[in-house]
């Protein structure tokens, strides 16, 4: 089945502590981008990435980090210094070469602070 | 920039009532539109697209026009069922395609 994977699905982190969360795609798409998700906030963008080896910071990058080794995965690595992380994490990802198409979403990652 | 503004919710409406969840935009160029829907404890689900001006996107019983002299995208769906209580979000990608922007989406409630 073609789709996006992310895990785990709650997460727990302790203070200090840096915590990373996994997107793994095998719809061969080229572009993936986190979004964080809080009530009433809609989403907003934290990292998205358009090629291996290259991403771009979005609107609230402060206190995460993250990698595009291969073009399936792009894990989020949420660091001590972001201070308020509980949220709902989404990725997503978008073909390339076809304008107007949609983006893709996994079923999130729940994290929150012990 | 581009942005997308949502009515607010949360919207509470009784089964087979009519539906209508405003969108309005602001964009320069040509964007494409998008509703999502999400249900609790999921990711954002596809509901349906149109990419240019006077394009009605359908799916599932949900219809939306876009209007481009009213920068508008609104939601509607003629008889609503329980199993559409969910929370639905309006989108837009702007001229590159590979920026988008969401609104604040709309939690529905629908009782039977």
């Known amino acids: 089945d073609g789709g996006i994977t992310q895990s785990p699905k709650y997460l727990f982190r302790k203070e200090g502590q840096n915590v990373t969360l996994s997107c793994e795609q095998n719809?061969?798409?080229?572009?993936m981008y986190w979004y964080r998700q809080d009530p009433g906030q809609g989403l907003r963008l934290i990292y998205y990435?358009?090629?291996?080896?290259?991403?771009q910071k979005g609107d609230i990058a402060e206190g995460y980090s993250v990698s595009r080794e291969k073009k399936e995965s792009f894990p989020l690595t949420v660091t001590s210094a972001q201070k308020n992380p509980t949220a709902f994490y989404l990725c997503?990802?978008?073909?390339?070469?076809?304008?107007?198409?949609?983006?893709?979403f996994g079923d999130g990652t729940r994290l929150s602070i012990l | 920039g581009d942005s997308v503004t949502q009515m607010e919710g949360p919207v509470t409406l009784s089964e087979e009532a009519f539906l209508t969840i405003n969108c309005t935009y602001t964009?320069?160029?040509?964007?494409?539109l998008f509703w999502y829907v999400q249900y609790p404890g999921e990711g954002l689900q596809l509901l349906l697209k149109?990419?240019?001006?006077?394009d009605k996107g359908s799916n599932k019983g949900f219809e939306a026009t876009y209007r481009k002299e009213t920068t508008s995208f609104h939601l509607e769906k003629g008889s609503v069922q329980v199993s559409d209580s969910a929370v639905y979000f309006c989108?837009?990608?702007?001229?590159?395609?590979?920026?988008?922007?969401f609104g604040t989406g709309t939690s529905l409630t629908v009782i039977p």
């Open positions: 990435s358009q090629i291996v080896n290259d991403f």
């Open positions: 964009a320069t160029g040509y964007p494409s």
């Open positions: 149109a990419t240019k001006a006077d």
């Open positions: 989108a837009l990608s702007g001229d590159t395609g590979n920026q988008f922007y």
């Open positions: 997503a990802t978008l073909g390339a070469g076809v304008s107007n198409q949609p983006q893709h």
């Open positions: 719809l061969n798409h080229d572009a």
